[in-house]
């Protein structure tokens, strides 16, 4: 899950008196865990940053029988290639900020939803304060008439990163639902049209280290953020999950050799020659 929305949870959720409970990324373990008290269930597939793989079908019609509510953050999968709502799930979210913007130039947030939950959730964001602003409408709607397009190279891009970067012998792991061997490959196949443009790897600490690695790229950006139409990197323990305790990133697998990589709409030989050149260097 996104660093920020665990963040969210562990202190807003209890400062409000709303009990959750944090669950392993599979459609069993969210049936084990949910009990009469549930209301809602939320899940990311892909996840921020392993890219793990849900079975939102699943989930959605055991939620339905059961008269809970499911709510999809689909930021990483995009519209163009996964769309929970004809999966049964109630509530899609999406970061605007980050594909379907697409150009790292504005910030909101977008919610797919029915009539009824819609008018819920409208009331609520009215007293938050969810306003998006005239030139940001503007902005998200320019961004929206190339968002296909981009999103195709990206997916196209990290593919073939990521096949490069699995038989790579710096490199210990690679999680990309677009690898055959990868958990969830089959079910990504199912539920997306292409892969997406988000992976993140594992560098052989003992041989590379990795902040010396991230100082080496030269095309690539070391940056926070994803989705744009550049390609930028981060550490997901240093970035997005560093609110979370060290004991808690390593239980569900995030360590400080793990990097994130947000592909862009660069020629992909340009991009597998800098990551080549930062980890030989």
Known sequence: ???????????????????????????????????????????????????????IRAVAAFARQNGIITIV???????????????????????????LGGHSDLCCGVVLTSHEYSARIRATACHLGG????????????????????????????????????????????????????????????????????????LDEERVEPTQFLSRLQLIRPAVSLGGIETIICSPAQTS??????????RVGISNALLRLSVGIEHVNDLIADLEQAMSG
């Open 1 to 55: 899950m996104y660093g920020g929305t665990h963040a969210f949870a562990t202190d807003t959720f209890n400062r409000l008196g709303i009990q959750y409970s944090f669950v392993p990324t599979s459609a069993d373990a969210i049936k084990q865990a949910t009990t009469p008290a549930t209301k809602a269930i939320l899940i990311e597939s892909p996840t921020n940053p392993l890219l793990n793989i849900i079975d």
């Open 241 to 250: 999950h560093v609110k979370m305790s060290v004991d808690e990133r390593k």
């Open 131 to 202: 306003s998006v602003n005239a030139v940001t409408s503007y902005l998200l709607e320019r961004s929206l008439k190339t968002l296909a397009l981009r999103v195709e190279r990206q997916s196209q891009n990290a593919l073939h990163i990521a096949e490069f970067l699995s038989d790579h012998p710096l490199i210990c792991n690679v999680n990309y639902p677009g690898l055959p061997n990868f958990r969830g490959h089959e079910t990504a196949k199912k539920q997306m049209k292409r892969f997406g443009g988000m992976l993140s790897f594992e």
């Open 73 to 99: 953050d689909n930021t990483f999968a995009t519209p163009i290639n996964q769309n929970p709502l004809s999966f049964g799930v109630d509530v899609v979210v999406h970061s605007g900020t980050k594909y």
